[in-house]
């Protein structure tokens, strides 16, 4: 008998479908310039390739049906970091219908319902070219406060966020702007952003028929970002 034969697949479709939440899902492909470089170095990154790939990988966005949802679970492990408080760290369970959304190595998902929301407070150094600044965490959802002691700026007048899956980061559209290289506060709320994990990966369980349906593994929490406003 195969052992990953469940004959309540529907049962966790039905699951699923009652308990499961909204996602975006970023699809992993490995990078041309990973076929170049040493396979023992693991220095690529956006900023040495030209195709702004991650550790060898680039990440393309899926579209999804309507009302596709999955089951994420066990999301609770958070540590400590010295700039942003209380952030999320280890790794979550991710129960999915394999005939909708099949998962595979480093792909990523983004939890983007509002109860998922989570409240970060950034310093932000001011850059010393452009009119931009880039935030530790991509995927910001909206943008709470932005503060210099006493003078506070507001977005559409003073400033607009441009985020996604990768990069998150302020336009300044104004004179009235924090000076350049000083610090400023700003406090957003973002979605939570999981890896799959390479050792977790498993053949998809089945139903009677054989029909590989449900897939259960385990998603990494993605770490801050420590680039532009993370300094």
């Known amino acids: 008998m195969n052992d990953f034969i469940d004959i309540d697949a529907e049962d966790t479709r039905e ?12 699809k992993a492909h490995p990078c041309p310039c990973s076929q170049s470089k040493d396979a023992e170095d693991e220095s690529t990154d956006a900023e040495s390739c030209e195709f702004g790939c991650e550790n060898g990988f680039l990440f393309e966005r899926q579209t999804l049906r309507a009302g596709i949802v999955a089951i994420v679970t066990n ?11 209380r952030v999320p760290s280890g790794t979550a369970d991710w129960i999915g219908m394999a005939d909708e959304v099949r998962l595979g190595d480093r792909d990523r ?4 319902s509002d109860a998922r929301a989570e409240s970060v407070r950034e310093l932000v150094k001011r850059s010393v070219s452009g009119d ?10 909206r943008v709470l406060e932005v503060r210099r002691g006493t003078t506070a700026y507001t977005r559409g ?6 985020s996604n899956a990768q990069d998150s980061r302020l336009k300044w559209l ?26 977790s990966l498993r053949p998809a369980r ?3 028929a054989g029909l ?7 998603l990494t929490i993605l770490p801050l970002i420590e680039k532009g406003g993370a300094q």
């Open 15 to 26: 699951l699923v479908q009652d308990r499961g939440e909204p996602f975006a899902w970023d």
């Open 75 to 85: 999301y609770n492990k958070t540590v400590y970091h010295p700039d942003f408080g």
């Open 109 to 112: 998902i983004t939890l983007t």
């Open 132 to 141: 931009y600044d880039s935030l530790a965490h991509p995927a910001v959802l």
């Open 157 to 162: 007048t003073h400033f607009t966020l441009e």
């Open 174 to 199: 104004t004179p009235t702007r924090p000076p350049v290289g000083e610090f400023y506060s700003i406090e957003y709320e973002k979605c939570p952003r999981l890896q799959v994990l390479m050792d």
């Open 206 to 208: 089945g139903n009677m």
């Open 212 to 218: 590989k349906l449900v897939q259960r593994l385990k």
